[in-house]
């Protein structure tokens, strides 16, 4: 027997079209009314679960850092070279993409030029900052890179430089790199294979 799927909770809905809204048109562009248009819900409700628009895009930030994290964990739980355990960021991107439907660039990186410092959203860019810069030296010295350092800030560069690419192409029809993920991870296993070689 078949199970029938549970009915969103109303904060699940506002999280929902917040995500949506946030992502699609950018957090200072989305306004609370057009959250709860798409989400079908009152102001109160949104009141009794969030503190406020800054506390829904907190928990916008919280919520994709989770997703992504969840498939990162995914991938890496996948491979165990070591070669293919660096490069692992880079098919957990295009997973994470084919699976939210992402189409542009970075929700986190669009978040940072929007948010002030004070803003409690920040915390969950730091967490993504964190989880990408530590993984990435602790990925680098498992596979024994002279320099993991060095290697980590390297694949970090790639990684931002695949985000950038996707926005550029997301507003620029005709934009010279129709895969900048592809062309990224290519260019990191390059560079993964001349660290490595020389360890």
Known sequence: MSRTPATPTARQRLLSAASELFYESGIAATGVDAVLGRAGVSPATMYAHFAGKDGLVAAYLEERHRRWREVWDEVLAEEGDHRERLLSVFEALARYRRRTGDR???GFQAAATELPADHPGQVWL???TILLSGRLLELARAAGADRPDELAADLLLLYD???AGLARR?????AL????????R???RTVVD???AGR
């Open 177 to 184: 790199d129709e895969d900048p993920v592809g062309r990224a």
């Open 186 to 188: 290519a260019t990191a």
């Open 126 to 128: 730091t967490a993504d």
């Open 104 to 106: 542009r660039g970075c």
């Open 161 to 163: 430089g695949a985000l």
């Open 170 to 174: 997301a507003t620029t029809p005709g």
């Open 194 to 196: 001349a660290r490595l």
